[in-house]
Each structure stands twice: as C-alpha cells, then as structure tokens.
T-cell receptor, first 113, second 113 residues
Framework: DTAVSQTPKYLVTQMGNDKSIKCEQN?????MYWYKQDSKKFLKIMFS???????INETVPNRFSPKSPDKAHLNLHINSLELGDSAVYFC????????????FGPGTRLTVL | RKEVEQDPGPFNVPEGATVAFNCTYS??????FFWYRQDCRKEPKLLMS???SGNEDGRFTAQLNRASQYISLLIRDSKLSDSATYLC??????????????FGQGTILTVHP
C-alpha cells in the first residue's frame, strides 16, 4: 500500500496554463506539506496544513493555491504557469506539527514549455 | 549564507571505504537534526535523526556539535546500495516552526565496485 501518493507523476504543459497536482496519504496523519525541488536539487517547503488549516505559507507566488478538502488530501493548483515553475513537487505528511519524520510522496515532475 | 550548507560532492568511493559528510547550519536556535537519503529520481526518506550525544545505526554514525553548529554523517564499509544523495536537514525550535524542515542541497555519494 502506498503511504503518500501523488498524481500525476509527470506533467508537461505550456506556459500560461493552469494545472493541479493531487496528494493523498493513508497514514492517518494530520499534517501535510508541499515542497518544491528545483534543478539545483534544493528542497524547499511551500505550504503545510494541519487538520485542514494552513500553517506554513512560505514566500510563494499567489499563483500557487493549496487546498485541503480533508486531512488525508492536499492538492496544489497552479495558475498561469511559468518556465520557472518547472521542478519536482513533493507532497509529504506527518503526525503532529513537530514530528521527527515526514513521509514523502514519489514526486510530480512538472515541465513548463 | 544558506541556512544549511553541505559539500555537494560528488564523493566517489570504492566498496568498503569509509566516507564522511559534513553540514553546517546558521540558525543557532535549531532544535532537531536529521539525515535524509534521496535516491536518484525518488523521494527523500529519513535515514536517521541526529542526537546531541551522537548516535549510531549499523554502519552509519551521526554526530552533532551545537557549539560549532556542525553535523556529520559517517558511513563505514560502504555498499553499492549506499549510492544516493544525503540531505542534511534542520528544524528550528518549537513555536512557529510548525514542522518546517530546512534541507541542505545534498551530498552526492557514488560507491563503485
């Protein structure tokens, strides 16, 4: 059973389009995160939600809008995609706000042409 | 100065070698420290937490020097399967940190026959 799953795994799209990435966790965790890993491999947090409430909102363009319909899901919608949005986006989950371990999904590789 | 700095490598070592990775962090209020491992085109996974007294897990030894704000990971008797990127990860003290992990850019290790 996949603990943290993301769809799609690959996403290739044109500049200016709007796209969504979905994340689901079956670990019963109450906190979920979105990270961006750029071409230089830096992994940076974008958002985190605890019990569907937005907790962390790093300096991210407002073209990025997370949505948490329930504790097990955290989706990421991106409007007006730009070349610089090309990256791997990882979803993660944990139990509690200061856990020792965060469990990552397999990543969504977004390429904006 | 980056919040978490690592030597990106790459480190190329033969099987059986001992290899050490270093990491420095800038926030003296950092509370928790970890090493994550990321295989090529995969998600990061927790390798081990790092405790003040130092800790060992099989062939892996992690150490923390709070005074110097320095973390290390030692791998003994390297295996081919140890080839990966090793990410130094730091979490600030409680309060508003809310599970925010800060990742170094990673150190690439390649173990060859």
């Amino acid at each position: 059973d996949t603990a943290v799953s993301q769809t799609p795994k690959y996403l290739v799209t044109q500049m200016g389009n709007d796209k969504s990435i979905k994340c689901e966790q079956n670990l019963g965790h109450d906190t979920m995160y979105w990270y961006k890993q750029d071409s230089k491999k830096f992994l940076k947090i974008m958002f985190s939600y605890n019990n569907k409430e937005l907790i962390i909102n790093e300096t991210v363009p407002n073209r990025f809008s997370p949505k948490s319909p329930d504790k097990a899901h955290l989706n990421l919608h991106i409007n007006s995609l730009e070349l610089g949005d090309s990256a791997v986006y990882f979803c993660a989950s944990s139990q509690g706000l200061n856990p020792d371990t965060q469990y990552f999904g397999p990543g969504t590789r977004l390429t904006v042409l | 100065r980056k919040e978490v700095e690592q030597d990106p490598g790459p480190f190329n070592v033969p099987e059986g070698a001992t290899v050490a990775f270093n990491c420095t962090y800038s926030n003296s209020a950092s509370q928790s420290f970890f090493w994550y491992r990321q295989d090529c085109r995969k998600e990061p996974k927790l390798l081990m937490s790092v405790y003040s007294s130092g800790n060992e897990d099989g062939r892996f030894t992690a150490q923390l020097n709070r005074a110097s704000q320095y973390i290390s990971l030692l791998i003994r008797d390297s295996k081919l399967s140890d080839s990966a990127t090793y990410l130094c990860v730091v979490r600030p003290a409680g309060g508003t940190s809310y599970g925010k992990l800060t990742f170094g850019q990673g150190t690439i290790l390649t173990v060859h026959p």
